[in-house]
């Protein structure tokens, strides 16, 4: 196989306030014909830097070194003005994007867009622009492709919209597919679909993609060849089954190793029971105006769902997004937004109080044994207070501890666990990593010593190697102190590797339930079978 | 990008360092600090008591000083010549010729009218003329007073007034702002309508209406007063509205929901996680509302219904400049207006810069 493209000594610097950034440290490789070939790294590795340096669509704080050398199909493009560059973009080669949701016009009808990229590049008449359009949509098998022309961008899903994205990508016959991060906003199921349609088209047109990703499961479904990137360098390259089987550098044998794996995990199911829910149903109203007139439109966002757990245990709860997950496991801490219009009913026990009903300060006793950890590091730490005041905050409001010297020793404690340096409780959170925020997330929590934890997707928005040190902490903790978690996800690698039990949630209501190995080994549900498919199977 | 075992800046250093990057605003605040400054040490600054009056010197132009005299002799102190006042038989205007024989020496760090800073009587001067010669930088106006040092004691006021205005409008807007913005629902709902009201209405007739209610017979420190009360009466709705807007984009992030799964109560919350972070962003709304009330002011004063007499304010200082004969005649007692736009230009520059500094998603300028 000849090479499509050759990069050689691909080298970026970014211009930033705090002086020059280097993000690519010049790197080669080829993109043969036909191929895909994935870019995979966590964040920060320089992976989608590489992908926008090759079509020269970086920030205008970019540098890109005067000595690198992009040969494309035999031409040396490195040297081309911007003008001709536009020649080649959406061209020869083009590019999709991760968000769906930003990256179509919301102004224009999908035909508009589809065929403004074919009007850029070559004459068209109308007749013929509407006919390919809508040959493009069924080539993108998008269901009713005739009525979604005049449609607009809001109208579609988050599946529908990146096929619209991949229409516009393959409208001109590409040579070169860039996908930086395509599936990383949409649920399981809708990913792999998106990657099969991909397949198929590559095989169609017979041209090369370059896969940027940081999931391994989809690096082992698509890719024939991969580079791995740490830290602007490319530490590996090789065929996908290699460097899966037989991994030659550190640095891909501590990822790969980092991947959740199965456990073995026991609780007592004799135990003491902890919370208690019965027949959940929690639904919003909102009011809107249809043609004039107000209507209340309500949303079931959780149908009759029962649950229990002992002390010690892990709910796996697991679904795609929207189906309520979340309004349940906030709904058991009384979290639930003030402000909708949320009618709830059924019975939540804690031990062997009832606190549904309970008042804000009447269930104020009950929120330093109630704890939540939250998905996004970024958002959950205010920036304006300092460690040591994120971490005693619950120690004054919620145990009310007066002495000074008690709670900073709690709170050297507490961050001796979570493997934090306590002598670093004086700085503030944008100083962390990531990583280091989620554990000062979760020393927030665990200062107070809880009996129950909501874990909302603690680990997802943190890469690969940090997951597998969150995981393994949280494990720690809940062996150190019974604590009993429901932990919730849309990764079943990640519930496989922590819970004991399992709920499988879609649209509000419960699919499957029970222990979490029989479920993942032996699904019931049509639904949760695709679900396990996508997150588990591995096509070559 | 980034990489990770660096620490990277806190935000304040990389405020500052965006900050000086932009020259336009390095300009405001240098306006703003010569202002705050002139105004603090106004006393001292002046040459002359700025409400002492002189009969015989009324209407002097700007005096320019010299180091050489009409024969090339140096003198190391500088000098201005003064006037004849003479008469023009054609017009009847009466006229200003040079007087080379009159030499008005300025003297440094020099004793001259009594004043009080900080409680102490103090009587020294960074310049001024010995007894029985004077000299007008910017002229004099109608009752020979130096426009020069009723300028800098008009800074004084025009500051601190709008100063008062700002106070009051930020400490309204915030409460106004933030208690909307968190508690939502109906109370928002409320609270928005009379926030629409205050921003709808029409500002001057309302201002003029109400400062026409002021009894004429008023202590002029009262109507100083007053005149602040009035004009925040409106000026809190915008930043209100700032406020809310950020507060409700501020109170769906997981770190308000985490310190309420902590127990904090809703003053907690609002005074220890929304307060100061909606800061940078009030900050900038009121380096920007400084200018609007100076301007605000100087033109209430200009009609002669803002500040009184004793008071010294740039507004009331053009009010002598209603009529067009006297700007004809005597065009330097518009001077006050550059008083005025270097002040406002000076916030404004300061408070865009200041804005573009803090927004963390300024795309950074090509170098």
Not at chain 1, 66 to 95: A, H, V, W
Not at chain 1, 142 to 171: D, F, K, N, T, V
Not at chain 2, 254 to 282: F, Q, W
Not at chain 2, 314 to 339: E, M
Request: proline share 4%; aromatic share 10%.
């Amino acid at each position: 196989m000849s090479n499509l493209v050759e990069i050689e000594n691909l080298r970026v610097k970014f211009n930033t306030d705090s002086g020059i950034v280097n993000a690519v440290n010049g790197i080669s490789f080829n993109i043969r014909k036909g191929e895909t070939l994935a870019l995979v790294g966590e964040s920060g590795s320089g992976k989608s830097v590489t992908a926008r340096g090759i079509i020269r669509l970086l920030a205008n704080n970019a540098v890109l070194s005067k000595d690198t050398k992009i040969t494309f199909n035999g031409k040396n493009i490195n040297t081309y003005s911007e003008k001709e560059y536009q020649k080649i973009r959406g061209k020869k080669i083009s590019m999709i994007f991760q968000e769906p949701m930003s990256s179509l016009n919301p102004i224009y009808t999908i035909e508009n867009q589809i065929s403004e990229v074919l009007k850029i590049h070559d004459k068209y008449s109308d007749i013929e622009l509407k006919k390919k359009c809508l040959e493009l949509l069924k080539q993108v098998q998008i269901p009713e492709p005739e009525s979604r022309l005049s449609q607009y961008p809001h109208q579609l899903s988050g599946g529908q919209r990146q096929r619209i994205m991949i229409a516009i990508a393959i409208a001109n016959n590409p040579d070169l597919l860039i996908a930086d991060e395509p599936t990383t906003a949409l649920d399981v199921t809708v990913q792999t679909e998106i990657l099969k349609l991909l397949q198929s088209l590559q095989k169609k047109y017979q041209m090369s993609i370059l896969f940027i990703t940081h999931d391994l499961t989809i690096v082992r479904q698509i890719s024939d060849r991969v580079c791995v990137m740490y830290n602007g360098d490319i530490k590996e390259t090789g065929y996908t089954k290699e460097i899966f089987t037989n991994p030659q550098d550190d640095y891909t044998k501590h990822l790969l190793s980092s991947e959740p794996e199965e456990r073995e995990l026991f609780y007592d199911k004799n135990g003491k029971n902890i919370i208690t829910g019965n027949n959940l149903n929690i639904t919003f109203n909102t009011k809107v105006k249809v043609a004039g007139r107000n209507k209340t439109l309500s949303i079931k966002a959780v149908n009759n769902i029962s649950l229990n757990l002992k002390e010690g245990e892990t709910l796996g709860i697991v679904g795609e997004s929207g189906s309520g997950k979340t309004t349940l496991g906030q709904t058991l801490l009384r979290l639930v937004d003030r402000e909708s219009n949320t009618q709830i009913s059924g019975d939540i026990n804690f031990f062997d109080d009832k606190i549904d009903q309970l008042s804000r300060k009447q269930f104020k006793p009950f929120r330093n044994l109630m704890q939540i950890v939250f998905q996004d590091p970024y958002a959950s730490l205010n920036p304006r207070l300092s460690v040591k005041q994120i971490i005693e905050e619950g120690l004054i409001v919620a145990q009310n501890i007066k002495n000074k010297k008690e709670r900073l020793d709690k709170i050297e404690n507490i961050m001796n666990e979570v493997g934090l340096e306590p002598s670093s409780m004086q700085r503030f959170p944008h100083e962390f990593s990531g990583g280091q925020r989620q554990r000062i997330a979760i020393a927030r929590s665990f200062v107070l010593n809880p009996k129950f934890v909501l874990l909302d997707e603690p680990t997802s928005a943190l890469d690969l190697s940090i997951q597998k040190q969150i995981l393994e902490l949280l494990l720690q903790l809940q062996s150190n102190y019974k604590t009993t978690y429901i932990f919730i996800s849309h990764d079943l690698r990640v519930i496989r590797s922590i819970s004991h039990n399992l709920i499988v949630m879609k649209n509000g209501s419960i699919l499957e339930q029970g222990e979490a190995k029989s479920i993942l080994n032996n699904p019931q549900n049509n639904y949760t079978k695709n679900l396990i498919k996508s997150a588990f199977e591995i096509v070559y | 990008m980034e990489n990770s075992n660096k620490i990277p800046n806190s935000y304040f250093s990389l405020v500052r360092k965006r900050f000086f990057a932009n020259r336009v605003g390095i300009l405001g605040l240098f306006f703003v600090f010569f202002l705050i400054f002139t105004a603090v040490f106004a006393d001292f600054l002046s040459p002359y008591n700025p409400a002492g009056r002189d009969s015989d010197r009324v209407f002097y132009p700007p005096q320019g000083i010299n180091f050489f005299d009409e024969d090339y002799n140096f003198s190391l102190r500088p000098f201005a010549y003064g006037f004849i006042e003479g008469f023009n038989p054609d017009t009847f205007e009466p006229t200003m010729e040079t007087d080379y024989s009159q030499k008005n020496y300025i003297y440094f760090f020099t004793r001259g009218w009594e004043y009080k800073f900080l409680g102490i009587n103090l009587d020294i001067h960074l310049f001024s003329t010995k007894e029985g010669s004077k000299i007008f930088l910017l002229g004099s106006d109608a009752y020979g007073r130096d426009m020069l040092s009723r300028v800098f004691k008009g800074s004084r006021v025009t500051l601190l007034f709008a100063l008062i205005v700002v106070s009051i409008t930020t400490v309204i807007g915030i409460l106004v702002g933030i208690s909307s913005g968190y508690f939502a629902g109906k109370f928002d709902i409320a609270t928005q309508r009379i926030t629409e009201l205050a921003l709808a209405f029409p500002e001057l007739p309302l201002y003029l209406s109400l400062v026409a209610i002021l009894p004429r017979q008023m202590d002029p420190f009262l109507v100083f007063i007053f005149m602040a009360f009035i004009l925040s009466s409106l000026k809190w709705a915008q930043l209100s509205r700032e406020v809310r807007g950020k507060t409700l984009s501020l109170r769906r992030l997981d770190y308000i929901k985490a310190a309420e799964a902590l127990g904090s109560n809703d003053m907690r919350i609002i005074l220890k996680h929304l307060l100061p972070n909606v800061t940078s962003h009030v900050i900038v709304s009121v380096s920007l509302l400084i200018p609007s009330v100076i301007l605000t002011e100087s033109f209430f004063s200009f009609l002669g219904l803002g500040i009184q007499s004793p008071f010294v304010s740039w507004g009331l200082q053009l009010n002598s400049a209603q009529d067009l004969r006297t700007i004809g005649s005597y065009p330097w007692v518009l001077s006050p207006v550059f008083a005025i736009l270097i002040s406002v230009l000076g916030f404004n520059a300061f408070g865009d810069a200041l804005r573009d500094a803090i927004d963390p998603y300024a795309i950074t300028a090509k170098k």
